[in-house]
């Protein structure tokens, strides 16, 4: 099992940054591949960023591409999002999922992780 626990949601402006860290716990953090996902009021959730297990491969959603940058620190069981440029179309809840177990996984993919985090609110106000 692997627990994941997001924070750094917040209300910003449009045009503000945030930085959004996703720590996890459990089995060995280096074996998993990990993603950020968002969901807003009323849609699917979607893709926004992935990370595979030795940060040697990213993806992103067009829609954050230039925009966002994801990382993580695999001696702090930390991933990270830094967001710049934020939109109010960003509003949403943002949840990191862990996948892989020591496997490739498609990072765009939601179904191929295996453990989800609660979720921090990010609201961009215009």
């Known amino acids: 099992q692997v627990q994941l626990v997001e924070s750094g949601g917040g209300l910003v402006q449009a045009g503000g940054s945030l930085s959004l860290s996703c720590l996890a716990s459990?089995?060995?953090?280096?074996?998993?591949?990990m993603g950020w996902f968002r969901q807003a009021p009323g849609k699917e959730r979607e893709f926004v960023a992935g990370i595979s297990r030795n940060a040697v491969i990213t993806h992103y959603a067009d829609s954050a591409k230039g925009r966002f940058t994801i990382s993580r620190d695999n001696a702090k069981n930390t991933v990270y999002l830094q967001m710049n440029s934020l939109q109010p179309e960003d509003t949403a809840v943002y949840s990191c999922?862990?996948?892989?177990?020591?496997?490739?996984?498609?990072?765009?993919?939601?179904?191929?992780?295996?453990?989800w985090g609660q979720g921090t609110q990010v609201t961009v106000s215009s």
């Open positions: 999922g862990a996948g892989g177990d020591l496997k490739s996984i498609r990072l765009w993919v939601a179904s191929d992780y295996a453990y």
């Open positions: 459990g089995r060995t953090f280096s074996s998993y591949a």
